[in-house]
């Protein structure tokens, strides 16, 4: 049953102990476009690259959705560091990611279990999905944390890589 709180159309928030994950705003997307076009970011993500223009990453991020498919904004000591989002589909994906200022901190060991949380508690959503690059093993660490399971093993192109890369497919039951 959905929250009221996003049912009012108060935008999407959840916590974990260090960081806000809520709705996006419009002041979020110059921070949001610089961390998911840096080169060292971009080729773990599947739809960003460095240069790609600011109109195509912005529809990627429209301000104030708070229901799935979105993303959101994940803010630390008031600033933002990173997004979290679910996609639309029967066995919806979940994405994020960090700045690299923050990176290695266990923020991501954080915001994903309560990102699932507040899925399942204001969308019912139980049943999800992740797909990782084999060569980012901190993210494949971080999914089986919070209760992924390898289910399989695929290529996925990112818009930063020149071809396709091995992935593993992830994926939380219904519990």
Same mark, same amino acid.
């Given at each position: 049953?959905?929250?009221? %709180?996003?049912?009012?159309?108060? %935008?999407?928030?959840?916590?974990?102990?260090?960081?806000?994950?809520?709705?996006?705003?419009?002041?979020?997307?110059?921070?949001?476009?610089?961390?998911?076009?840096?080169?060292?970011?971009?080729?773990?993500?599947?739809?960003?690259?460095? /240069?790609?223009?600011?109109?195509?990453?912005? /529809?990627?991020?429209?301000?104030?959705?708070?229901?799935?498919?979105?993303?959101?904004?994940?803010?630390?000591?008031?600033?933002?560091? #990173?997004?979290? #989002?679910?996609?639309?589909?029967?066995?919806?994906?979940?994405?994020?990611?960090?700045?690299?200022?923050?990176? #290695?901190?266990?923020?991501?060991?954080?915001?994903?279990?309560?990102?699932?949380?507040?899925?399942?508690?204001?969308?019912?959503?139980?049943?999800?999905?992740?797909?990782?690059?084999?060569?980012?093993?901190?993210?494949?660490?971080?999914?089986?944390?919070?209760?992924?399971?390898?289910?399989?093993?695929?290529?996925?192109?990112?818009?930063a890589r020149p071809a396709a890369a091995p992935?593993w497919v992830l994926e939380r039951g219904a519990d």
């Open positions: 049953m959905p929250d009221p %709180g996003c049912a009012a159309g108060r %935008g999407f928030r959840a916590g974990s102990p260090r960081c806000l994950i809520r709705s996006v705003a419009a002041p979020d997307l110059d921070p949001l476009y610089a961390i998911a076009t840096n080169p060292a970011v971009a080729p773990m993500l599947l739809l960003f690259s460095p /240069g790609m223009s600011r109109a195509q990453f912005a /529809g990627i991020f429209p301000p104030g959705a708070d229901r799935p498919p979105f993303r959101a904004a994940v803010d630390m000591d008031g600033r933002t560091v #990173g997004s979290i #989002g679910v996609s639309a589909g029967a066995r919806p994906s979940i994405v994020y990611f960090l700045a690299p200022a923050v990176s #290695g901190r266990g923020l991501a060991s954080e915001i994903v279990p309560a990102f699932i949380a507040a899925l399942a508690h204001d969308f019912g959503l139980r049943a999800l999905r992740a797909d990782v690059f084999v060569d980012n093993p901190a993210s494949l660490r971080v999914l089986e944390k919070a209760g992924f399971i390898r289910t399989g093993r695929t290529m996925l192109r990112s818009a992935a």
